[in-house]
């Protein structure tokens, strides 16, 4: 009997029993660390576990909607599931994790290209291959229909001097650390030994970079820097686009384009375009400047800041 491959369009991936659209990869596994026991006279007796069992789950997103994973850098954590071979008339299979905490997540914008999410996962307790309705199953609701693919165009950057110099490339990456609380007391097969409580060390940090063609943008000299510091406002906004009419009068934006509320209108429309990402900062850190040149290019400059939330 020929086995069968599991292509992508024979894949749905849920996370918090939503389907999750765009994606553009997704990868997930564990390793077991462990260490050697010797004795003297046998050498190598048995191996131990050396460390907390943990597996990650990662993926890239093209941005097609208002993302809701930016909204778990919180305490609680997420179920996620893979389901492949859904062609397979309910023999799907399914691999899947119960307690997953988002450890890292990145908005990366560039010229000629689609916005896309890196989005990282911490696992904690069960991560492998389930069965179709089983407790790694947390398949729900079928992905969100209603989409709309935005491009650079969509992006706006604020920034000192943005008015006349071009920024080509943007990226904002969060990094949530967590940490895993275990007590000494017997372990069951019903908890799988997973911690007993997983803290979020705060303040969440936050990285901007950002590429920009020099015009009349000035750098900041290193030894100011040092001595006062350079904060400036940074500000990143990605917008599906403002809202045209057509030549009937009716609104082109629509059920096909965007996610309406029960008056059927644009949720985040406020007549300039429906929000997809918003960020802004008043005290955005420069911590690095790096200018490059070259033959067949133009003058550029590379910009770092830093800034930090703590908890609300």
């Known amino acids: ?77 997420i179920s996620g599931t893979l389901l492949y071979g859904v062609e397979l008339d309910g023999a799907e299979k399914v691999y899947g994790f119960n307690t997953g905490y988002l450890t890292s997540y990145s908005i990366n914008c560039n010229v000629q290209d689609v916005p896309t ?9 069960q991560l492998g291959s389930g069965v179709r309705e089983g407790e790694l199953d947390y398949s729900g609701v079928a992905p969100l229909q209603n989409l709309g693919v935005v491009n650079h165009e969509s992006v706006f950057l604020t920034f000192n001097g943005s008015g006349t110099n071009r920024a080509v490339s943007a990226s904002q990456t969060y990094n949530i650390n967590r940490v895993p609380i ?15 409580e997983v803290l979020t060390e705060y303040p969440i940090d936050i990285t901007t970079n950002l590429t ?12 100011d820097n040092i001595r006062s510091g350079n904060y400036q406002t940074l500000g990143v906004e990605i917008r599906l686009g403002a809202k045209a009419e057509t030549l009937d009068g009716h609104a082109v934006v629509g059920d096909k384009l965007c ?24 005290t955005g850190h420069l911590v690095s400047e790096s200018i490059e040149s070259s033959v067949d290019g133009v003058l550029s400059v590379n910009l770092e800041f830093k800034d930090y939330y703590n908890k609300d």
């Open 182 to 196: 275990y007590t000494l007391d017997q372990k069951t097969s019903e908890i799988y030994y997973a911690p007993s």
């Open 117 to 125: 999410i890196e989005s990282t996962f911490a696992v904690f307790g």
């Open 1 to 77: 009997m020929p086995n069968n491959a599991s292509p992508s369009y024979e894949q749905i991936f849920y996370l918090g029993g939503t389907g999750v659209s765009g994606i553009r990869n997704l990868s997930a596994g564990y390793s077991v660390g462990q260490k050697q026991i010797k004795a003297l006279g046998a050498g190598f007796t048995q191996e131990v576990i050396s460390e907390p069992l943990r597996g990650d789950m990662s993926m890239t997103r093209d941005m097609l909607y208002q993302d809701p994973v930016l909204g778990l850098t919180g305490e609680a954590p």
């Open 259 to 282: 996610l309406q509320d029960n008056n059927g209108d644009c949720l985040g429309d406020d007549g300039d375009g429906i929000t997809r990402y918003e960020f802004l900062s008043t």
């Open 212 to 223: 920009i063609e020099m015009d009349d943008y000035e750098t900041a000299n290193m030894i």
